[in-house]
């Protein structure tokens, strides 16, 4: 059975610390909040408790897991070689969104790498998670505590609706302050590469690298493209609906989301609408009124919209939408992030307004 433990954010209790970290050390399965998402850990030393990991979220062999860390010290026992460039981004960014990927020592289990010669690591940004990495003293192997293919969890509850009986533990420590996950960087190669997007900024890493490209898989346009972040070629962060994302301003967007809507409630369609606090009103006023409205946050806040992203997806489920009609952000800052997940969300189908 699953054990739920509300646990204090700020100040995590430490009998519910060590309890859980107890967990981890003999094998088991612990969700823990961290600053980006909830992540599904195992001690990464141990085969088969991260072969358990792709049980419970029947996620493909082939997709590797991100190895967490309490300490700096930890990274040394799991790459064979730490570059300038990672010491420094290290210092500057963690703990924080953003997970390097090195060159993996032997005794990183392949089952945590699918196979690969490196390794994906980062030290979260959140007491609980380190609390607990602290505690355990074991690098922990976490991907997003989801079922592979639903949006990531932002809250424990979230944990629970696709995770209860196949994990031990769940610590509850509150909505995720992110809410999209961490950036993944490649740093094996002359020019550092963006393999996802996520809470630490391309414009932040510039700042500090100088040259950092996106992998062409991020550019979409090329089905032909094999993405080198495994996990980035899967359909992801989808609802039960399908999803379409409508481009345009918002102004035009609002009225071929309308026009829209109608067309597909005629079918018999249940359709949900994710909107901003700018256009909601143009949604309620009707003529056409969409079955359910999730409203994201305020254009002016990107932080907030990505905060609230994967629970608004959650929720159309919750509300038995068929269709999910998406308004689109600009691909600045964390709007990169939140524009990769409604991409993927949509499976790639977009429409112009
Ligand atoms: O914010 C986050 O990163 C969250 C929290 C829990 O830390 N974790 C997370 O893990 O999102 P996951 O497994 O859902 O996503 C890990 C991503 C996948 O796209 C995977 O393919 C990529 O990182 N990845 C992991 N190891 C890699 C490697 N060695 N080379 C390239 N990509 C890698
Ligand atoms: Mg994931």
Redesign the pocket.
Known sequence: ATQYLVVNPVEPEPDKIEWAARVLREGGLVA?P????????ANALNREAVRKIFQAKG?PAD??????VGSLVEVDNLVTYVPEKARRLMQLFWPG?L?L?LP?RDQVPLE???G?????I?M?DHPV?LALLRTARVPVA?????RSGRP?PTTGQHVLADLQGKVDVVLDGGAAR?G?????L?LTTEVPVI??P??ATVEQLREVLGEVALDPALEKSDPEWK??????KYTHYSPEAEVFLVAGSPRLAVQKILELCKKWQERGERVAILATEETADYYRRGPVVPDHIEILGSRRNLEEIARRLFNALRNCDLNQATVVLAETFPDEGIGLAIMNRLRKAAGGRVISS
């Open positions: 823990f961290t600053e980006t998402v909830y992540g599904l850990g996620r997709n590797p897991l991100i190895v967490h969104p997970t990927v993996r945590v790498t699918a690969l010669e490196t390794v994906a980062r979260p998670a976490a991907p997003s505590a989801n990531s992110v999209v996950e961490s950036t993944v490649d393999l996802r996520g809470g993405p080198r972040s495994p996990g980035m």
